[in-house]
């Protein structure tokens, strides 16, 4: 595809229950990212992919969150027993990793915990 | 602690003047610098950088400025236009020491009057 792609677009689930967010990321773009945007905030690194293993996984919040990536291409986002707290959109970004570090963003998941 | 600030959460301009973004950051290891404008229900699209070897980077109706002792950048869209209306957010990451994943400010609402 020409962009990222995130799916689902929007995720409703009730408290407890595991989730499991996808993103595609621009064929050939080797360094995968993802962020989350909590209610008036700006966006908060979770984890980065570089290929399928994450050099950096500072920002996953609690041992609920995971995440992996296979083949250099697709990454799934889980985050289990969902708390009201983990309500957010969770972005996913890639890109070539060069100098330049520009990262293209997909459009998101909405996910809503009741 | 937040490393990017955006200290004005929202800028009102006429259209045809000048839109000046401010961002501030506390990280002095930052060396890479980035703007993203994001409309609702969207990702963040990437809009312009600046590396820490400049002090400025023009990319038609958008300038960034940096000033590295201040450890302050700027973005100017002159003339403003109603289809810039959107957040903005300023970035940064440390490319240098290999730490790619970038560091979002809050994000600064623009709204561009005709």
């Known amino acids: 595809g020409a962009g990222v792609s995130q799916s689902p677009s929007n995720k409703v689930t009730e408290k407890g229950k595991d989730v499991e967010l996808r993103c595609d990321p621009i064929s050939g773009h080797t360094a995968l990212y993802w962020y989350r945007q909590s209610l008036g905030q700006g966006l908060e690194f979770l984890i980065y992919?570089?290929?399928?293993?994450?050099?950096?996984k500072s920002g996953l919040p609690s041992d609920r969150f995971s995440a992996e990536r296979t083949g250099g291409s697709v990454s799934t986002l889980t985050i289990q027993r969902t708390q009201q707290e983990d309500s957010a959109v969770y972005l996913c970004a890639s890109s070539t990793q060069s100098e330049f570090n520009e990262q293209f963003f997909g459009p998101g998941t909405r996910l809503t915990v009741l | 602690d937040q490393q990017v600030k955006q200290n004005s959460p929202s800028l009102s301009v006429q259209e045809g003047r000048i839109s000046i973004l401010n961002c501030d950051y506390t990280n002095s290891m930052f060396d890479y610098f980035l703007w993203y404008k994001k409309y609702p229900a969207e990702g963040p699209t990437f809009l312009i950088s600046?590396?820490?070897?400049?002090d400025k980077n023009e990319d038609g109706r958008f300038t960034v400025f940096l000033n590295k002792s201040a450890k302050h950048l700027s973005l100017h869209i002159v003339p403003s236009q109603p289809g810039d209306s959107a957040v903005y957010f300023c970035?940064?990451?440390?490319?240098?020491?290999?730490?790619?994943?970038?560091?979002f400010g809050k994000g600064t609402l623009l709204t561009v009057n005709p």
């Open positions: 600046i590396s820490s070897i400049k």
């Open positions: 970035a940064a990451s440390a490319i240098r020491g290999s730490n790619y994943k970038l560091t």
């Open positions: 992919f570089q290929g399928n293993s994450a050099p950096d």
